[in-house]
């Protein structure tokens, strides 16, 4: 993906409005829905569904296909933000919560335009794109860490600064999202190796997440099957 001179300007103005984009988003698939008579809580996860989605869009069009050098071009000017993250978690946390709130609800209420299958089907789509994104972040602050303790570009091998990549010294945005999913559905690092403590730090809590919300949507799972 060749995006030269306007990639900083895109990618920066991606950075900062990504969540009045997916807010919009949100807001006319609400109103639509409403419009069309469905329940709140269906509406309101389709908007979820909706914001996370046309997010995930956005940034797989302009990031994942980003070069190495490109990367750094981007990434190397930002700053990693704890505070952030950990804002960030608490959201996506929060909001996969409400949605399988709404899912048990709905479902053992059995009312709605929509059909019980569909419902379910539409419950778990908003779930697994919060997922999603709850992960992204991760990623996002995992780029941003790497270059900022790698500011040159000329570091390689054991002189790389908070991950060392195996056959990689230049790695590109698509690594670290391995990273990050990796951590997720495996709670480890693979074969990617964390030399800074702080960043270690992060990757404990992004590991503990992932277990949380995995347990949580398995005692959901249970009890619905149950009911």
């Known amino acids: 993906m060749n995006v030269g001179p306007l990639l900083p300007s895109r990618l920066g103005a991606l950075d900062r409005w990504r969540g009045g984009r997916a807010s919009l988003a ?16 269906e509406a309101l996860t389709l908007a979820i569904l909706a914001a996370m989605t046309s997010d995930l869009a956005v940034v797989s ?25 950990l ?51 991760f990623a996002f602050y995992y780029v941003k860490a790497y270059y900022a303790g790698n500011k040159t570009g000329q570091e390689a091998g054991e002189d790389a600064q908070v991950f060392i990549f195996p056959g990689n010294d230049n790695p590109a945005f698509s690594d670290f999202l391995y990273v990050a999913y990796s951590v997720a559905l495996t709670f480890a690092m693979s074969d990617v190796d964390a030399e800074d403590s702080k960043v270690r730090r992060v990757v404990l809590l992004q590991a503990l997440v992932s ?12 009890n619905l099957m149950v009911s």
Do not use: K
């Open 26 to 41: 949100g807001g006319l698939v609400t109103v639509v829905a409403l419009l069309f008579r469905w329940q709140l809580q």
């Open 61 to 85: 069009r302009l990031l994942v296909d980003l070069s190495p050098e490109d990367s750094r071009q981007f990434f190397g000017g930002l700053q990693p933000n704890r505070s952030r993250l």
């Open 87 to 137: 804002r960030r978690t608490i959201l996506m946390a929060f909001i996969a919560v409400l949605v399988l709130g709404f899912c048990v609800h709905d479902t053992l209420a059995r009312a709605g335009p929509l059909p019980a299958r569909l419902r379910i089907a539409l419950f778990f789509a908003a779930i697994f794109s919060t997922w999603l994104e709850l992960h992204l972040a």
């Open 211 to 222: 277990f949380l919300f995995y347990t949580i949507i398995f005692s959901v799972v249970t």
